[in-house]
């Protein structure tokens, strides 16, 4: 398997415009995590899902933020209108969960809002 | 509820120097435990882990023992090379029915030749 696949790697947007990023597991894994790096506040959950379910949310910072799993091999994360205050290293996670299961990241997007 | 705590970094060591990062946890049950390792603009990666009291993980001549008495999972290295500098997360998972991980904010350790 490839592993998680995310894209773009860069994004450089302006203030306002619509941000959709993108994330591809592992086939077979069942939960799915977007998580949000930055040097302030370290690693954040934003949303998992379960089955192509979302199961929590909370982490999810503003009603700008959006996400969904059509299916079980395609993420999006929406970001729309974006801020500067977006910018950040975005992570896609996938896993199957369990007792010592590991969590697979992809490499990231670099978001910059400028 | 669930938390890890880590040293703040960044730890800065010359090649060869020994290493300790050390993290702590707070949890209810058993969880399992983990260290990730983030090179220069990549994902994590899982380093190593242990899943039960006393079980030590090892990887990459790292390792960790988990001690449930002290709650903690401190990261060992006995010489380090320039190509471990890195940000090392600590991590668990397993309590109170969730397996959703729970991240430190990560160490950035810098080796020097």
């Known amino acids: 398997d490839a592993g998680v696949i995310q894209s773009p790697r860069h994004e450089v947007t302006e203030m306002g415009q619509e941000v959709t990023l993108r994330c591809k597991p592992i086939s077979g894994h069942d939960y799915l995590f977007w998580y949000r790096q930055t040097m302030m506040r370290g690693l954040e959950l934003l949303i998992y899902f379960n089955n192509n379910v979302p199961i929590d949310d909370s982490g999810m910072p503003e009603d700008r933020f959006s996400a969904k799993m059509p299916n079980a091999s395609f993420s999006t994360l929406k970001i729309q209108p974006s801020e500067p205050r977006d910018s950040a290293v975005y992570f896609c996670?996938?896993?199957?969960?369990?007792?010592?299961?590991?969590?697979?990241f992809g490499q990231g997007t670099r978001l910059t809002v400028v | 509820g669930n938390s890890v705590t880590q040293m703040e970094g960044p730890v800065t060591l010359s090649e060869e120097a020994f290493l300790t990062i050390n993290c702590t946890y707070t949890a209810t049950g058993y969880p399992s435990l983990f260290w990730y390792v983030q090179y220069p603009g990549e994902g994590l990666q899982l380093l190593l882990k242990a899943t039960k009291a006393d079980d030590k993980g090892s990887n990459k001549g790292f390792e960790a023992t988990y001690r449930k008495e002290t709650t903690s999972f401190h990261l060992e290295k006995g010489s380090v090379q320039v190509s471990d500098s890195a940000v090392y997360f600590c991590a668990l998972s397993g309590t109170g029915g969730s397996y959703i991980p729970t991240f430190g904010r990560g160490t950035s350790l810098i080796v020097h030749p």
């Open positions: 996670a996938s896993s199957v969960l369990g007792v010592g299961a590991e969590a697979f």
